[in-house]
């Protein structure tokens, strides 16, 4: 199974300032045949369901404001917030879909400074 | 607009049976794979099992084969996971995800709980 670790478990930003979660897997996750990395983000807020905010480690889903971003290739993968607003205020989650099972990252808690 | 409605969660005690459904709507079901994920109380995402757009290809979580069966009626639109042998360690949040690339619509969620 692929294990994916986030860092840090939480963290704690100003608002407007920008907030960094780390995601890392124990094997690549980037498919050579299509150059793509099966790495997607979600966030999750008190009461909800988890939110689609990133696929393919770094597309934007519809809809998703312009301030979250996603990077990383193969094994080491970041979610950005560049400038953090009050709604940002969640759970976020990595996920990767390269090979069932299709696992979590253990979450990452983000809160206002 | 696209929805997914679970339904079926409940209390249950240890070893018997539970059968949940996610009624989906608002777009061609018949053509998405569909997966179920769970979240234990205060903890985090666990994927269970996942179906093909035809229901030709199931995958299980080490921790429910042989005791979940995932299943879909495309003529109904309604995804199912059939729960046998419950534990404890079940109890959780359930639901379902229709996906695109990932996991693009979820439903809200319906609560199991195994208790005795």
């Known amino acids: 199974d692929i294990v994916m670790t986030q860092s840090p478990d939480s963290l704690a930003v100003s608002l407007g300032e920008r907030a960094t979660i780390n995601c890392k897997s124990s094997q690549s996750i980037l498919y050579s045949s299509n150059n793509k990395n099966y790495l997607s983000w979600y966030q999750q807020k008190p009461g909800q369901p988890p939110k689609l905010l990133i696929y393919?480690?770094?597309t934007r889903e519809f809809g998703v404001p312009d301030r979250f971003s996603g990077s990383g290739s193969g094994t080491d993968f970041t979610l950005t917030i560049s400038s953090l607003q009050a709604e940002d205020v969640a759970v976020y989650y990595c996920?990767?879909?390269?090979?069932?099972?299709?696992?979590f990252g253990q979450g990452t808690k983000l809160d206002i400074k | 607009q696209v929805q997914l409605v679970e339904s079926g969660g409940g209390v249950v005690q240890p070893g018997r049976s539970l059968r949940l459904s996610c009624a989906a709507s608002?777009?061609?079901?018949?053509?998405?794979?569909m997966h179920w994920v769970r979240q234990a109380p205060g903890k985090g995402l666990e994927w269970v099992s996942l179906i093909s757009y035809d229901g030709s290809q199931k995958y299980y979580a080490a921790s429910v084969k042989g005791r979940f069966t995932i299943s879909r009626d495309n003529s109904k639109n309604t995804l199912y996971l059939q729960m046998n042998s419950l534990r404890t360690e079940d109890t959780a949040v359930y639901y379902c995800a229709k996906v695109e690339v990932a996991y693009d619509c979820w439903g809200q969620g319906t609560l199991v709980t195994v208790s005795s």
């Open positions: 608002g777009f061609s079901f018949s053509n998405y794979g």
């Open positions: 393919w480690a770094s």
């Open positions: 996920q990767q879909y390269y090979s069932t099972p299709y696992t």
